[in-house]
């Protein structure tokens, strides 16, 4: 498991670009029924450097599998319409070099991708660049230097810098997605530790089933991750390197009622568990392993999240009667209630950009993943089933995935659990790909930052 996430990746900057100069704006903050139309044409390869990848990864034409991985990316944002290759008038190195406009503009293209690929000295280089076909000109030129093996990572890297300035806001496709894998019946299920690319590819399983885990948790500042697992029926608290493979216990907690998660800087676990029969919220300091106790009330507080300034933690409590979300600073002072809204509220997850808490909610037998400000107004619930939960936030604060559960016959067969995810207009709403069933996913922060 060594250097699992470790890219040799160097980048240049072909060309400056100044996003004042395009033509093309995506507005990402409502529901785009209208995808940009764009071209993604297949990286040209040389002869020499297609011989080579043909000996080491067994692809016909690395190009035109790089291409497919930034197509798969921008359709599933539900921002851009990429075009049926097949409708293409010009090839990819001619194109690459210098796209004939008015070709593109006839298949309506608004917007070309072209790149290049070379292989020399055991390293990958890839060049791609950015045309704005409405104004005829180029608006981004990048290239990349790795191994051979990150050739789907370079997709999803570039992925990101078209995103990011057609949108003006940074992208969310090299990052990983961490769940819990399940398989067998609902009565008797396997669970194992289980991580990904975002698109669904590259799984590895990190433990192999023979103890419950539960609620893998990401760190917003590397690869580690903290979940829960139960050891001789003792909730257990572990600290994951999924870098180096490296496992720790932070410690057992009997009687903890829901998942550790980071603080924004990655030097605290926070977590609600059960002592002197009440639940309260605590945090450990991963350095020295001092635990303090933040909240001090009677009724049942659960589920903290920090806000990303860590300043502040959104939380679950039912101390109104029934369970709600509460805002507090982080020392545990100034609490407020924040949702008033019908139903029973849970999961509180605070935004990366600081601005919403997604939370799942219960009302009338049904499920949603909801979202609303930091002060609880804006309330707007983006999915509803039979049941589904714990939302986790891309990187960029755009997308939500969660899990979500279909219903089971008395014996437990029939039973199925998926990942899903929705952006904030709750218009592109997608299945996530799994080998196995899955639950409790956690996205990680960008791989390239």
């Known amino acids: ?10 980048v240049i900057f072909l060309t400056f670009t100044n996003k004042s100069f395009a033509l093309i704006e995506v507005d990402i903050t409502r529901g785009n029924l209208n995808p940009l139309p764009m071209a993604v ?6 002869k020499e ?5 043909k000996d080491q990864l067994n692809l016909n034409d690395i190009g035109l599998e790089i291409s497919k991985v930034i197509e798969n990316n921008l359709r599933q944002s539900g921002l851009f319409n990429p075009l049926d290759q097949k409708a293409f008038l010009q090839k990819p190195n001619i194109a690459h070099v210098k796209p004939r406009f008015e070709d593109w503009a006839l ?13 020399a000295n055991d390293r990958l280089r890839v060049e791609f660049r950015l045309w704005d076909i409405l104004a005829g000109k180029e608006i981004l030129a990048l290239a990349f230097t790795t191994v051979p093996e990150n050739w789907r990572r370079v997709g999803h890297i570039i ?13 969310y496709f090299d990052t990983r997605i961490i ?18 690319d975002q698109d669904g590819f590259n799984t ?13 948790r990401f760190n917003p500042t590397n690869q580690m991750v903290t979940y829960l697992s139960y050891f001789k029926n003792l909730p257990r608290v572990y600290l994951l390197d999924i870098e180096t493979g490296i496992q720790e216990v932070v410690g057992d907690f009997p009687g903890m009622t829901f998942a550790p998660r980071f603080s924004p800087d990655g030097k605290k676990i926070i977590m609600s568990f059960a002592k002197d029969g009440n639940s309260d919220i605590y945090t450990m300091d991963l350095d020295n392993r001092v635990v303090e106790k933040i909240t001090n009330h009677p009724s049942i507080d659960t589920s903290p999240s920090y806000s990303p300034d860590g300043k502040f933690i959104c939380f679950n409590s039912d101390r109104s009667g029934y369970q709600q979300i509460y805002v507090m600073r982080s020392d545990g002072s100034k609490v407020k209630r924040i949702s008033f809204g019908n139903g029973l509220y849970g999961t509180p997850v605070w935004s990366p950009r600081g601005d919403l808490i997604a939370f799942t909610k219960l009302h009338k037998g049904k499920f949603y993943i909801g979202v609303m400000r930091t002060d609880g107004t804006g309330e707007r619930l983006l999915t509803e089933n039979y049941y589904q939960e714990a939302p ?3 990187p960029n604060g755009r997308v939500l995935i969660f899990y979500r559960e279909t219903k089971s016959d008395s014996k437990g067969k029939g039973f199925s659990a998926k990942l899903w995810s929705i952006d904030l207009t709750g218009y592109n709403e997608k299945m996530v790909n799994t080998e196995t069933d899955a639950s409790d996913p956690s996205w990680s922060s960008l791989l390239s930052d």
């Open 159 to 171: 992925t990101d810098k078209v995103y990011e300035r057609l949108t003006g806001e940074k992208g």
């Open 49 to 53: 450097s297609k011989d080579k990848f």
């Open 179 to 196: 769940y819990v894998a399940e398989e067998g019946l609902k009565t008797n299920r396997i669970k194992k530790l289980a991580i990904m």
């Open 392 to 394: 986790s936030w891309s």
């Open 1 to 10: 498991m060594k250097n699992f996430f470790y890219i040799y990746l160097t």
């Open 204 to 216: 590895k399983y990190l433990t192999l089933g023979n103890e419950l885990v539960l609620t893998p």
């Open 41 to 46: 044409s297949p990286l040209s390869v040389e």
């Open 107 to 119: 298949i309506k293209a608004q917007a070309l991708i072209t790149g290049e690929v070379k292989f």
